[in-house]
C-alpha cells in the first residue's frame, strides 16, 4: 500500500513537473499553478504539496537549464583569458535568462542569497571559480562577488522581459553594465 502511494506521488510530481514546463514556456514565471493542477489531473493542494511555493515550482522547471550554466562555468574555468571567460558565462547566462521564460525569475534571490534559491546556489558554487580566476588575474575587481553578478544578470532580464526584442535589449544592457558608461577610448 505504502509503495503504492510512493509510486502515485512520483507520477503525480513527473505529469505536474511536465505540465509546469509546458506552461512556464508559454506564460512565463505567472503561469497559473491552477491551470498547471488542472491539465495535470490533480487538486491545486497535490500541486503545492510538491511544490509549495511558485519559486519552488520555477526552480525544479529551470534545473535542467541550470545545470547547463554550471556545466559551462565548469568548462570555462582555466581556459583563456578569464575576463573573457567569465564575460562568456555571463553572456550565457543572459541569453538563457531571455530565451528560456521563468528561469530569471527562478534565479532571482528571496531573503538568503545564500540558502534561499537551489538554481542560484548552484550557479554560484560553479561560477566561484570563475571568477576567483578573473580576481586573481587582476580582470575583475576583488569585491565582486557572484551573487551580484547573478542579481544584475537577472535584474537586466527581468527589465526586458516586455521589450520587442528581449535578447537584443538585454544583451546591449549587459554589454553596457560592463562596459560602464564612460565614452569608448
Known sequence: MVENQRADARRNHERILAVAEREVAAHGASA?????????????ATVRRHFPTRQALLEAVSWHRV?????RAREL????????????????VVAYCVTARGLATALAYEGDPV???SCAGAL????????????????????VTV????????GIAMATEGHQ???????????LAVAGIGPSR
Not at 497559473?32 to 491545486?44: N, P, T
Not at 554560484?124 to 569585491?143: F, H, I, S, T
Open 115 to 117: 540558502h534561499g534559491n
Open 77 to 92: 574555468t582555466g581556459t583563456g583569458d578569464s575576463r573573457d571567460a567569465l564575460l562568456a558565462w555571463l553572456t550565457e
Open 165 to 175: 526584442d528581449p535578447a537584443a535589449a538585454a544583451h546591449r544592457l549587459f554589454a
Open 124 to 143: 554560484e558554487e560553479a561560477a566561484e571559480p570563475l571568477l576567483r580566476k578573473a580576481v586573481e588575474d587582476g580582470a575583475v575587481a576583488r569585491d
Open 32 to 44: 497559473s499553478l491552477e491551470q498547471i493542477a488542472r491539465v495535470a489531473g490533480v487538486g491545486s
Open 67 to 71: 545545470q547547463a550554466l554550471c556545466d
Open 147 to 154: 551573487v551580484e553578478l547573478v542579481t544584475l544578470v537577472v
